[in-house]
């Protein structure tokens, strides 16, 4: 099912394996538009959801993609040691990087075992020397987001929802009921993608992706919201769990 709500597009799928084969095809068509010679820069998110997209990737994709043009840079991470089970760095190694073809160059992963201010001025240094600049704005590829039932994005809270008009790439953050650490990408990474991809599945985000979607009282004050991409729409993909108070 599609549709289309103001800067939205919004797939509901039956099944989450039908969810991660469409991601598949979303990334391979948009690696098709690029020149053959040129790089192409995807963004992952971290957290349970993508841990099923990661893993069709790695064994549709193998050798579909030309991994050696790939960059692949995250949108946020936990300050944590890479080899902690919290890092989504290491959710992806495990899942993903291990089982493909990429050349190790090509991975910059957010340290987040670094001083997070360190890391945050690090890493927003390095994403411009390494992603395309398109009519003068800096333009991923392609980011994949994950939503929170508090509607965050990244690493992007309700509680630092300034953060995402940050003039800065990435900035650190906390999250509001851990505390913990994170380093986040803003709304000028996030809104500058060429293709933005939010996915949700499970009961859990119901409230949370109807709140947004319909643009229910208060829905403008959470991150997720604020995914307006300058070129075209956000593409959000549900499964039908988390698209239950929908009603399309
Ligand atoms: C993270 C993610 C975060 C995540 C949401 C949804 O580092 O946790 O980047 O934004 O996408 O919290 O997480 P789940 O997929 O685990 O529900």
């Known amino acids: 099912m599609y549709v289309v709500l103001m800067a939205i597009s919004i797939e509901i799928f039956d099944t989450t394996d039908d969810l991660a084969r469409h991601v598949i095809s ?9 020149p ?16 099923l997209i990661y893993r069709h990737i790695a064994s549709i994709c193998k050798n579909t993609i030309d991994w050696t043009r790939m960059k692949i840079f995250w949108g946020d991470e936990r300050c944590v040691d890479p080899r902690n089970p ?8 495990e899942i993903l990087l291990d089982h493909i073809p990429i050349p190790s160059s090509n991975i910059f992963r957010i340290r987040g075992e670094a001083d997070p201010v360190e890391e945050s001025i690090r890493y927003s240094d390095l994403f411009p020397l390494n992603v395309k600049v398109q009519q ?16 965050h994005t990244a690493s992007i809270f309700p509680e630092n929802i300034e953060l995402f008009s940050s003039e800065k790439l990435f900035e650190t953050a906390e999250h509001p009921v851990t505390g913990q650490k994170r380093i986040t990408a803003t709304g000028k990474i996030i809104n500058h993608a060429k293709r933005v991809v939010i ?6 985000k119901a409230d949370v992706v109807e709140k947004i979607i319909k643009q229910l009282d208060g829905f403008d004050r959470l991150p997720a919201a604020r995914v307006q991409p300058e070129k075209g729409a956000a593409i959000w993909l ?3 769990a988390a698209a239950r108070k929908l009603h399309f």
């Not at 053959?36 to 841990?51: E, N, Y």
């Not at 919290?86 to 190694?93: G, I, P, Q």
Request: zero cysteines; glycine letters at 12%.
């Open 36 to 51: 053959a010679d040129q790089t192409f820069s995807l963004v992952l998110s971290g957290g349970r959801t993508p841990k």
């Open 199 to 204: 996915v949700a599945t499970g009961e859990a």
């Open 238 to 240: 549900l499964d039908r």
């Open 136 to 151: 003068g704005i800096l333009q991923p590829d392609f980011i994949m987001l994950g939503l929170g039932e508090d509607g």
């Open 86 to 93: 919290e890092s989504n760095y290491k959710m992806a190694r």
């Open 26 to 34: 979303l990334l391979t068509s948009a690696i098709v538009e690029i």
